[in-house]
């Protein structure tokens, strides 16, 4: 049976399915040129980039002082694309959300901890994330990574536990204070911590230390209510010791309570006269 399922196997074919895959992952993340006569009515929040033979170009009219960046292109007009001559890519400004890959981090107090992160990054400049870098979205996911591994270096484990709590945020990262950002066009408001996975040595060793100190809780409780208890005894008995009328009452009671279970005898030994009024 297991000779049989060995020749069905193709590795040819499975290596050409890896590639075709691998083909499609790269279309997906990186936004190729678009050729070929269209006319593009771009949405609010869209710019356009458009090349002419491959090339930017700007249209400048010294007398009437108009300089014009005609290869950045705004909505508000249909846009016209001519086949052979023109390139272009469509952008979209609005802030994106881009799921982090997961890293094992060590943090400022030597625990080693795995973290999912969430990015959230936006194009400022669409003529720098075309043609200043290759691939401006994974560029601008690797410098996210990055930084979330140095951020959390810096925080205790306790620290970073706490910044997921509260849903804090890390950053942001603008083009003005990174070169590297300013080279991709883009920049990253915030940089989020998605879940923390915590090693199963580090849950068992806070399982015991959380067992611990709900004992220290529970003794200390104890301790209170022994505490407490000596001090009504206390003065429960100045109270019978300056009046002995009470404290045969209550010695009274005391033996009309142990005589409830009739299939017991106890006996008091106890003069007579310490029960009679003096």
């Excluded at 869209?46 to 700007?58: S, W």
């Excluded at 990054?121 to 990055?146: E, P």
Aim: no cysteine; charged share 30%.
């Amino acid at each position: 049976m297991s000779n049989n399922r060995e020749e069905n196997t193709n590795p040819e074919k499975e290596l050409t399915e890896s590639l075709e895959t691998k083909v499609e992952e790269q279309k997906s993340t990186n936004e190729e040129w678009e050729k070929g006569f269209s006319i593009k009515i771009l949405k609010p929040y869209e710019e356009m980039i458009r090349l002419l033979l491959g090339n930017t170009y700007d249209i400048k009219i010294p007398k009437l002082n108009i300089s014009l960046r005609s290869s950045i292109l705004k909505s508000g007009f249909p846009r016209i694309i001519l086949p052979l001559i023109h390139q272009y890519k469509i952008f979209d400004k609005r802030i994106m959300e881009e799921d982090l890959p997961p890293q094992n981090i060590i943090t400022k107090d030597n625990v080693e901890i795995g973290v999912d992160g969430i990015a959230y990054y936006k194009v400022v400049d669409t003529r720098q994330a075309s043609l200043g870098v290759k691939d401006f979205k994974k560029s601008t996911i690797d410098f996210a990574s990055s930084k979330l591994k140095e951020e959390i270096g810096k925080l205790s484990f306790d620290e970073v536990i706490r910044v997921q709590f509260n849903e804090e945020a890390l950053g942001p990262y603008t083009k003005d204070s990174y070169r590297l950002l300013e080279s991709f066009g883009t920049e990253i408001p915030k940089i989020m911590i998605k879940q923390v996975n915590i090693p199963d040595e580090l849950h068992e060793s806070m399982a015991k230390a959380k067992l611990a100190v709900e004992e220290a809780r529970g003794k200390e409780e104890l301790s209170k209510i022994e505490i407490n208890i000596a001090k009504n005894l206390e003065e429960a008995a100045k109270t019978y010791k300056n009046n002995p009328e009470a404290s045969r009452l209550r010695y009274l009671q005391t033996l009309e309570k142990a005589s409830e279970n009739k299939g017991t005898t106890i006996l008091f030994p106890s003069p007579l006269e310490s029960l009679l009024p003096k």
